[in-house]
């Protein structure tokens, strides 16, 4: 496998700030005051002296964000501390502290998590302006809601088809050309995909239920969702039966943990597996391609796609200087490539995506990614995960009839939603 991670030489770019706004407790967005213009001490005089910055950032993007800091200090005469904070534990403190006014002015954070802030009011718009343009598409989309941008993201993970090149030269457009193509292989497995158990899977295996045009929610044009279920009706229900035929088959199998299947392709047991860039330091012993995943349906197999970024508090007093830091300095080459090196996720940023998809692997996670689907981040998304999965294991594993228990899903979807 060729896993080599490319330097890409700094391009530091400025830009000046438009009007941005924060959100008061209601979530109701208020006006922050006159924008920033181009020069780079305006959001300094915000505060006087220079201003301090407090910023949350875990062990993974520290060193990346000191280097960005470094030269906004210099450059603005701000100053910026940053806190060390396990990223599992960054969602719920910044809800529980922010309103108390003791949470930071920037933290590192996941897309999905915006429905949950923006419910609680603790999170303002980040103003991009021109600079939206210079980023992936789905990484903007992904931070959008109501109209607005409230993150500046900075790395984009998404899951694809892993192929071992030794045992199938070819990437399969479709899910029956890769199962003959498994089979042709004489691997114990002709495809891996895990499952939880009874649990499901339903991340993993969602490429597969995009391509029969059933996604999860329907998408508002600016990539944004709305609480309105699309997974219902006879496209559901087709997607249902493929679940249960590729059951009955063997294809598909709930036993298959992410353990096993991460070990069984490790081993050459199969040419395919679905999974992400997590997976890939076990692989390191084989020669690998990143492909598209193949399609079930007569649709585009559309897998999630996951941001990371970073959000300002709707608390800060330093609104600003905030948007300074994100804009002009985490938003450059440099700092988006030292992101990318020590998280290892193809760069936000499309120059510093350009510059690591020399690496045929990062460009093929890339591809696949730029075609892909934001993970819903809207708070309704938590009414449904539980009943999606259970019900995608017991129609796998024959427990349950297809249709039946697709349409039980949705009418037990949209009663937790209150529809």
Same mark, same amino acid.
């Given at each position: 496998?060729?896993?080599?991670?490319?330097?890409?030489?700094? &391009?530091?770019?400025?830009?000046?700030?438009?009007?941005?706004?924060?959100?008061?407790?209601?979530?109701?967005?208020?006006?922050?005051?006159?924008?920033?213009?181009?020069?780079?001490?305006?959001?300094?005089?915000?505060?006087?002296?220079?201003?301090?910055?407090?910023?949350?950032?875990?062990?993974?993007?520290?060193?990346?964000?000191?280097?960005?800091?470094?030269?906004?200090?210099?450059?603005?005469?701000?100053?910026?501390?940053?806190?060390?904070?396990?990223?599992?534990?960054?969602?719920?403190?910044?809800?529980?502290?922010?309103?108390?006014?003791?949470?930071?002015?920037?933290?590192?954070?996941?897309?999905?998590?915006?429905?949950?802030?923006?419910? %609680?009011?603790?999170?303002?718009?980040?103003?991009?302006?021109?600079?939206?343009?210079? #980023?992936?598409?789905?990484?903007?989309?992904? #931070?959008?809601?109501?109209?607005?941008?409230?993150? &500046?993201?900075?790395?984009?993970?998404?899951?694809?088809?892993?192929?071992?090149?030794?045992?199938?030269?070819?990437?399969?457009?479709?899910?029956?050309?890769?199962?003959?193509?498994?089979?042709?292989?004489?691997?114990?497995?002709?495809?891996?995909?895990?499952?939880?158990?009874?649990?499901?899977?339903?991340?993993?295996?969602?490429?597969?239920?995009?391509?029969?045009?059933?996604?999860?929610?329907?998408? %508002?044009?600016?990539?944004?969702?709305?609480?309105?279920?699309?997974?219902?009706?006879? +496209?559901?229900?087709?997607?249902?039966?493929?679940?249960?035929?590729?059951?009955?088959?063997?294809?598909?199998?709930?036993?298959?943990?992410?353990?096993?299947?991460?070990?069984? /392709?490790?081993?050459?047991?199969?040419? /395919?597996?679905?999974?992400?860039?997590?997976?890939?330091?076990?692989?390191?012993?084989?020669? &690998?391609?990143?492909?598209?995943?193949?399609?079930?349906?007569?649709?585009?197999?559309?897998?999630?796609?996951?941001?990371?970024? /970073?959000?300002?508090?709707?608390?800060?007093? +330093?609104?600003? &200087?905030? +948007?300074?830091?994100?804009?002009?300095?985490?938003?450059?080459?440099?700092?988006?490539?030292?992101?990318?090196?020590?998280?290892?996720?193809?760069?936000?940023?499309?120059?510093?995506?350009?510059?690591?998809?020399?690496?045929?692997?990062?460009?093929? /996670?890339?591809?696949?990614?730029?075609?892909?689907?934001?993970?819903?981040?809207?708070?309704?998304?938590?009414?449904?995960?539980?009943?999606?999965?259970?019900?995608?294991?017991?129609?796998?594993?024959?427990?349950?009839?297809?249709?039946?228990?697709? %349409?039980?899903?949705?009418?037990?979807?949209?009663?937790?939603?209150?529809?």
């Amino acid at each position: 496998m060729r896993r080599s991670i490319l330097l890409a030489s700094a &391009l530091v770019t400025t830009l000046a700030l438009t009007a941005c706004g924060g959100t008061d407790d209601t979530g109701e967005t208020t006006d922050a005051g006159d924008a920033a213009t181009g020069d780079e001490t305006a959001a300094a005089d915000e505060t006087g002296a220079g201003g301090t910055l407090t910023v949350w950032v875990d062990e993974t993007r520290q060193a990346a964000v000191e280097s960005a800091a470094a030269d906004f200090e210099a450059e603005t005469g701000a100053e910026v501390e940053l806190v060390l904070k396990p990223f599992e534990d960054i969602r719920a403190d910044f809800v529980a502290q922010v309103p108390t006014g003791e949470g930071p002015d920037v933290t590192v954070g996941a897309h999905d998590w915006l429905g949950e802030l923006i419910t %609680n009011g603790v999170v303002a718009p980040v103003e991009l302006g021109d600079k939206a343009a210079e #980023f992936e598409e789905v990484a903007v989309q992904a #931070f959008t809601a109501d109209g607005q941008v409230y993150g &500046l993201p900075y790395a984009i993970e998404n899951i694809a088809l892993i192929r071992n090149t030794e045992l199938a030269d070819t990437a399969p457009a479709t899910w029956d050309e890769a199962i003959t193509a498994g089979e042709d292989a004489d691997t114990k497995f002709p495809f891996l995909i895990q499952s939880d158990g009874e649990n499901g899977d339903p991340y993993t295996y969602y490429p597969f239920q995009t391509s029969f045009g059933a996604p999860v929610f329907e998408q %508002n044009a600016d990539g944004s969702y709305t609480p309105e279920l699309a997974m219902g009706g006879e +496209n559901g229900e087709a997607y249902a039966q493929w679940l249960a035929e590729q059951g009955a088959a063997g294809n598909l199998t709930i036993d298959t943990t992410y353990d096993i299947a991460v070990e069984a /392709f490790a081993k050459g047991q199969s040419p /395919f597996i679905v999974g992400g860039p997590w997976m890939l330091e076990q692989f390191a012993d084989l020669d &690998l391609a990143i492909d598209p995943v193949p399609a079930a349906g007569d649709q585009p197999a559309q897998p999630f796609v996951g941001v990371q970024g /970073f959000y300002v508090s709707a608390q800060s007093e +330093n609104t600003l &200087l905030a +948007n300074d830091f994100l804009v002009n300095y985490l938003s450059t080459e440099e700092a988006q490539t030292g992101l990318f090196e020590a998280g290892g996720r193809p760069p936000a940023l499309t120059a510093a995506a350009d510059a690591a998809s020399s690496d045929p692997i990062v460009a093929g /996670f890339r591809e696949v990614g730029a075609d892909a689907v934001p993970m819903p981040s809207i708070p309704e998304m938590g009414s449904v995960w539980a009943f999606w999965g259970v019900t995608e294991a017991g129609i796998i594993s024959g427990k349950a009839e297809p249709a039946e228990a697709w %349409n039980k899903m949705i009418s037990d979807i949209e009663g937790a939603l209150g529809s």
